[in-house]
């Protein structure tokens, strides 16, 4: 449900990211560049005191597990799309998201050929 309260937003956003204890995503305000302009963005970064902290994995590995993975929250495929369409929508552009995504969506083309 969406809502014009951007502290409502914000709290069910942290409900959402924030689900362990200790916490795998914690929350940090990075500097963007969105519409070609620097702009502060709330992330969630994980880090490695996390209970489900993977550590690094190569992008073709991480791309496998998202694209079959599913949570609580849906799948898992669908979250990167729509976070990385979003991104777009304000001009953000991450070129490992955009790899991951074409390599998400190799792998589901390649499970469920058309």
């Not at 074409?102 to 589901?108: F, R, V």
């Amino acid at each position: 449900m969406a809502t014009d309260n951007i502290q409502e937003q914000v709290v069910r956003l942290l409900k959402r990211e924030i689900d362990a204890n200790p916490p795998t995503n914690v929350p940090r305000w990075l500097d963007v560049v969105a519409e070609g302009e620097t702009v502060k963005a709330l992330a969630f970064v994980a880090t490695r005191e996390g209970r489900a902290y993977a550590g690094r994995r190569p992008l073709p590995e991480v791309a496998e597990v998202l694209a079959r993975a599913a949570g609580h929250w849906g799948s898992s495929a669908q979250y990167a799309f729509r976070t990385i369409r979003k991104l777009e929508e304000h001009g953000i552009r991450d070129r490992n998201l955009w790899k991951i995504q074409a390599l998400i969506a190799a792998d589901i083309r390649r499970r469920f050929p058309a």
